[in-house]
């Protein structure tokens, strides 16, 4: 840093309190519920500890340098994703928009699973819990129908919470539960952001920190549950032959680039409120790292977790065949324990066969019940509020959990929401008089009646769909637009010059390699392989429909023809924008008639636009 | 405890005392319930005989009705519960949960509403109120530069007054009473 002191900038822009303040908001835009729900999940059905070794490569060659260049971008043009783009070239501003775009989707649907999570929280403050008891019937004989054939916790889930339609052309009505808490969260959102990264900044200090306390709470009681360690040793055996398979590979990158936020536009804009020298090559590896470290360490309390309710449930089955086996030879009570099972079931096989056969007991096997491995939604509010009747003290730990998801998802919402508050702020879509807390005001309020689509019946079969279509293949395709956009119209010389003079230092040999060769291969290997995987078969969904003959398990449907459209179109708009401005600015140029400057003179944007 | 000859006597009573109550017939003696069969599981049948009509036994569904009557009386005296003491055949009615008259989510839910609409109409007005403060600050600074100007635009500077031409007034010049006395 330079030994005179600098002058403060004019430019009124917004800027962060304290370094901390940035990074820990980067932090809690990467660590969000993922890292959570859907991180242990493939490490476990990847073999475990083998699943590292394809995360760290896609972490080293695409995490890390994609990020140091969205920070750098941000830091160096010093405006949000829309204005950022065009500063480099108007024919790519359709990155921008294409940024702006994605996160205005996904800031739609990732809300809504927020307002799930609050429902659970606030229904946590009673006693006995409600998804630990079946309703009853109408004559008071026995439990409702549809609880009693699947559990009390899925029915819970998609009844007393989604109230879930059969089929997804099925709208049903909007659920006024679901709307309040929606109108809640949204007004939370609101306070949180009014003022943009001025009370982001405070309240990050919160929703990132918290998450942790809780994940130490839950792996310190996680670890003292029974089975926890078979859990634990499930989860972390190593199985290198997974690794033959190309879906691993496939199933590591991607989960590192939608982990670490990457081409929201809300990192770009994060960095804009940055001083312009600062080293962003250590915040970017330190966000990396940091993110990488909490999916690890999330995955421990989840693991232990899950392997005492595979044991509960394992110990619940022994029990059940030792009583019907107690009832039919009239044993004394407590002849048979959970120890000696085996060697009774065999001696009583060989004496008395047919009456053995005859109770049809079913075989009890913890493999078994440690291999249903379940991730995203399902982990949390069927999964895990499962196991967390069984605990004791459950409320605490329900209402623990519950505000830990709240803040891990509120964190990356600021994420969200910023990718699309600076460019507007930017755009000057309202006038300058206008407070900010207006424009906040106004994309709450427009978010919060769009987002109401999602509280209908069919709303959980909708978020689905967001999730795998717009919060998946557009961002591979700007991420790729940024790279090659850096790298080859921008220009790598001028952006490394640009680096070293933010950072103070020359640009290290492995960012120019990755940036130049390794990372847009891997984009575009990983983008058409995962395009080529989702056309493989036609796009289905699972159905909970009661009047399915297979009842309790979810019915297979396939996704009709309109809906089908839908997830083309959300996952083609943002791509498309990105052609779309290169060709409207080039139709312009040819009216001017002028000579058409690709690329802009060799001047830096980071040292020239000092403001 | 132990199940022993007591406990079946106890059995007896109770069995006794529920025919009693449902059927408000006095008649029903100890003697009238025979245990049969009984394992060392503790499972045993039984039946409950009438005296009063020649040695039969009183119809299932009648002793049914009267044990699902007292049921909780009988659970009682032996400190079990519906699930430890199962009277096969005799599905128990399930109680409902109770149930408050405000569910308790929609308190809570009250709770957190309110706590974020105070936090937002706090940040509200105080940013109106910075609004409002920097706007008359920037006024008042305005102000001040136009008084500035005022002054010197008056054809004469008041510094070059000073300086320049000004003649000390012999009068008051000799008064110290410049200076204020303390």
């Given amino acids: 840093l330079s030994a005179t002191p600098e002058t403060p900038k004019e430019d009124g822009r917004p800027k962060w309190d304290n370094k901390f303040q940035y990074i820990l908001s980067c932090i809690g835009f990467a660590v969000g519920l993922g890292n959570v729900w859907r991180f242990p999940y493939l490490c476990q059905i990847h073999g475990g500890g083998a699943f590292l070794i394809p995360y760290f490569i896609a972490l080293l060659f695409e995490g890390i340098p994609l990020l140091h260049l969205e920070l750098a971008l941000g830091q160096c043009l010093r405006k949000g994703s829309i204005g950022a783009w065009n500063t480099i070239s108007p024919y790519l501003g359709g990155v921008g928009v294409g940024s702006w775009m994605v996160s205005v989707l996904v800031s739609l649907y990732y809300n809504t699973v927020l307002t799930w999570v609050m429902w659970y929280f606030i229904n946590s403050f009673q006693e006995p819990l409600p998804w630990s008891v079946c309703p009853l019937n109408e004559n008071r004989t026995g439990f409702n129908e549809e609880c009693y054939e699947s559990t009390a916790v899925n029915y819970f889930w998609y009844r007393k919470t989604l109230n879930i339609t059969p089929d997804i052309a099925e709208s049903g009505t909007f659920q006024w539960w679901l709307i309040l808490c929606l109108a809640a969260c949204w007004a939370i959102v609101y306070l949180c952001t009014i003022r943009g990264i001025e009370t982001t900044g405070k309240a990050i200090y919160v929703t990132a920190i918290f998450p942790y306390l809780v994940l130490t709470i839950f792996l310190i009681q996680g670890l003292t549950l029974p089975g926890a360690t078979e859990g634990l040793i499930y989860l972390f055996t190593p199985n290198l032959n997974t690794l033959k398979n190309p879906r691993v590979w496939l199933d590591a990158a991607t989960q590192i680039f939608f982990s670490l936020s990457l081409a929201f536009g809300g990192l770009i804009a994060f960095a804009s409120y940055n001083p312009t020298k600062n080293d962003c090559e250590k915040d970017a590896v330190t966000v990396a790292i940091v993110n990488s470290m ?27 065949n030792i009583i019907n086996i107690i009832n039919e030879f009239d044993l004394p009570e407590e002849s048979i324990m959970r120890q000696n099972y085996t060697t009774w079931i065999s001696f009583l096989n060989s004496s008395y066969p047919e009456k053995i056969a005859g109770l049809k007991l079913k075989s009890c096997d913890l493999q078994e019940f440690l291999d249903q491995s379940v991730s995203g939604t399902g982990l949390a509010f069927i999964v895990f509020t499962q196991a967390i009747i069984l605990m004791p003290g459950s409320q605490a730990w329900a209402i623990l959990f519950f505000i830990m998801l709240f803040s891990l998802g509120l964190s990356s919402m600021f994420g969200n929401i910023e990718g699309v508050f600076t460019p507007l702020l930017e755009l000057q879509i309202i006038p300058k008089s206008a407070p900010k807390e207006l424009l906040s005001g106004i994309i709450c ?72 060769f390794i990372s847009p291969l891997l984009l575009l290997i990983v983008f058409m392989a995962f395009v080529t995987l989702q056309m493989q078969k036609p796009p289905s969904y699972t159905a909970w429909n009661p009047k399915y003959e297979g009842f309790p398990m979810k019915e297979e449907k396939v996704y009709p023809p309109w809906v089908q459209a839908i997830c083309v179109l959300l996952a083609a708009l943002p791509c498309v924008c990105v052609p779309l401005v290169a060709l409207f600015h080039l139709v312009k140029q040819k009216h001017r008639s002028k000579e058409p400057s690709l690329v802009p003179p060799e001047v830096s944007f980071c040292q020239g636009t000092n403001s | 405890y132990a199940w022993d000859a007591n406990e079946e006597y106890l059995f007896k009573a109770m069995v006794a005392f529920a025919m009693r109550r449902y059927s408000s017939k006095s008649a029903t003696q100890i003697s009238n319930v025979l245990l049969c069969n009984v394992t060392d599981r503790v499972s045993f049948w039984f039946v409950v005989t009438d005296s009063s009509k020649n040695v039969t036994t009183v119809p299932g569904s009648e002793v049914e009705a009267a044990i699902r009557m007292n049921r909780n009386r009988i659970n009682n005296a032996f400190l079990l519960s519906d699930k430890t003491l199962q009277f096969l055949k005799i599905t128990s009615t399930l109680s409902p949960p109770v149930e408050p008259s405000t569910p308790v989510w929609l308190i809570v839910f009250g709770v957190v509403l309110c706590l974020i609409v105070a936090g937002i109409v706090f940040l509200i007005v105080s940013g109106i109120q910075k609004h409002r403060k920097k706007n008359k600050e920037s006024t008042e600074r305005e102000n001040l530069e136009e008084k500035v100007e005022v002054t010197l635009e008056n054809g004469i500077p008041c510094e070059a007054l000073d300086l320049k031409a000004g003649h000390i007034n012999g009068v008051f010049a000799a008064d110290d009473d410049r200076f204020t006395s303390l």
Avoid: H
């Fill in chain 1, 294 to 320: 909490t999916s690890l360490y999330a995955s421990i309390p989840v693991f232990s977790v899950l392997g005492f309710k595979a044991t509960t449930a394992y110990w619940d089955c022994l029990d059940r």
């Fill in chain 1, 445 to 516: 309020l427009i978010s919060f009646l769009i987002a109401l689509c999602f509280t209908l019946g069919s709303g959980s079969y909708w978020i689905d769909i967001f999730d795998r279509y717009a919060g998946s293949v557009p961002l591979l395709v700007i991420a790729f637009f940024e790279v090659i956009g850096v790298v080859y119209i921008y220009k790598i010389k001028r952006f490394s010059k640009d680096v070293e003079w933010m950072t103070g230092r020359k640009l290290n040999l492995f960012w120019q390699i990755t940036w130049r």
